[in-house]
């Protein structure tokens, strides 16, 4: 059985065809569009992130061009999928012609753009919010990223395109629209990312519906975490050759989690474009930190952090000369001292601060040594005192994502827990691979992922960690 598995993250589509080699990446085309990095940043102010929706559907279309040329795309039996978690999309299903294009049909279908994740513009919108007790309802208190208070934003500031949607959905609902040709419903543990979704009932909470009008009617319902959805619009049959069943797709985060070979007790940590680290739950209790998401017939707890690889890649080309093999060697000659970096080169969530901070035995300092230590350090170290925070004591660290491949990483992970640290046998797209297990579960095909040798080293004592000074600036 070939299950095709999309992953729509930040930079890129990925896609992997379960039961073959067949991997693709289909970088974000903004050739026509005022940036060429996966996004557009206002000009007025840098905290607003959002991308032309088009850019989606175009990758789609390439990629399915792209695997005409690798597979007989009838033998595809399902496609599953998932995406950045929070991007919400505001559109109308056209009218399907098999003789054009996918970017042709949905060119004039979207009244605004698509926020991101990374878009941070909401604030005065959130603290209204805190009216609400959105944490214990929703399992996150009010956040920038999360979709409700984007979606206020565009009924404040434009009524009369908010009135036209006919759509809301999150990137992980449009794409199975567009396959589909119909809207598709919310998968109930992604909709956790929007601020609107009771954990408890795993439906809309209606007090939240009311605060935009039609709201209700334009995100659909929410659904099961893992359904078939249909069968694939008959364009796709008549252009592509694809005849296959369609899944719910869900977030990048519980799709991650379904790729794992994971137990009770395992701490997930994925280190990407944002780091976030993802542990199950039987028991919730929502709070202020980090998120509590719908997974399956139980939870997920999250914590996510906005300065992740790009922080490390930042910190690399400044120090390192662009090189991953000096910025290792600098790790591994030097020693944990008391010595801190906290390199929020963007609005972090967690704590809330932006800026580059150094400290030297708790006390702030002008600038240090070993930077690359230092960020990985403070990275790691916030994601250990969060965890047990929420009230997690992890047995072991599984690792994933880009950077989990460098094993001077992996060691220092292994230090700072002091626990066992495992990788996947397959490194990379562990997010596309989790949808097409989640798909393969739905055939009655359970798969699971294979883990490799972990890495132990002995704890290493990090005295005076100075988060606390952090969240007071």
């Known amino acids: ?9 930040t930079q890129q589509l990925k896609a992997v065809v379960y039961s073959t080699e067949i991997e693709l990446s289909i970088p974000y085309t903004l050739s026509d569009h005022p940036s060429h990095t996966g996004k557009q940043a206002s000009p007025e102010q840098d905290e607003i992130v959002v991308v032309p929706t088009i850019v989606f559907v175009k990758a789609l279309d390439t990629l399915f061009q792209r695997l005409q040329q690798k597979i007989d795309l009838t033998e595809i039996t399902a496609i599953s999928g998932c995406a950045q978690q929070h991007t919400s999309c505001y559109y109308r299903i056209p009218e399907y012609d098999h003789t054009k294009p996918l970017a042709a049909l949905f060119d004039a279908c979207f009244t605004f753009d698509s926020p991101t994740w990374q878009d941070h513009s909401t604030t005065a919108i959130c603290e209204e919010l805190k009216r609400f007790p959105l944490a214990q309802w929703t399992g996150s208190r009010p ?47 992604d909709a956790c990312g929007m601020n609107l979704l009771d954990i408890e009932t795993r439906q809309w909470r209606p007090e939240l519906l009311e605060l935009c009008d039609g709201l209700q009617q334009k995100l659909g319902p929410v659904g099961e975490a893992n359904e078939i959805l249909g069968q694939i619009h008959p364009y796709f049959t008549k252009r592509y050759g694809l005849d296959c069943k369609i899944t719910t797709f869900t977030g990048d985060n519980p799709a991650t989690l379904a790729s794992m070979n994971s137990e009770r007790g395992d701490l997930i940590i994925s280190l990407g474009t944002s780091d976030t680290a ?27 952090y906005r300065n992740g690889s790009l922080a490390r890649e930042r910190i690399r080309d ?15 000659s030097s020693s944990s001292d008391g010595s801190y970096g906290f390199y929020f080169f963007e609005q972090e969530i967690q704590p809330k601060a932006k800026g580059v901070y150094y400290f030297k035995d708790g006390k702030p300092v002008q600038d240090l040594k070993h930077h690359a230590r230092r960020i990985l350090e403070s990275q790691f170290l916030m994601i250990k005192q969060h965890t047990l925070a929420f009230g997690f004591n992890p047995k072991r660290v599984i690792v994933c994502g880009g950077a989990s491949e460098n094993k001077t990483i992996q060691k220092l992970l292994a230090q700072i827990f002091g626990l066992p640290v495992y990788s996947l046998v397959q490194q990379s797209n562990a997010a596309s691979l989790g949808a097409c297990l989640r798909a393969r579960k739905l055939f009655g095909l359970p798969d699971q992922t294979k883990l490799g040798t972990p890495v132990v080293a002995s704890a290493v004592e990090h005295p005076q960690f100075p988060l606390s000074l952090i969240k007071s600036l």
Request: hydrophobic share 35%; glycine share 6%; charged share 20%.
């Open 143 to 189: 956040y920038e990223r999360f979709t409700l208070s984007q979606i206020i934003k565009r009924y404040r500031s434009d009524p009369e395109k908010f009135k036209q949607t006919e759509h809301i959905g999150l990137l992980s609902s449009f794409i199975p629209s567009v396959l589909l040709g119909k809207q598709a419903q919310i998968d109930s543990s």
């Open 278 to 304: 993802i542990f199950v739950l039987d028991d919730p209790k929502p709070q202020e930190m980090g998120h509590i998401f719908c997974f399956e017939d139980h939870y997920m707890g999250l914590l996510c």
């Open 318 to 332: 400044m120090y390192y000369n662009q090189s991953w093999q000096q910025f290792n060697q600098d790790v591994e």
């Open 1 to 9: 059985m070939k299950v095709l598995g999309l992953d729509f993250s």
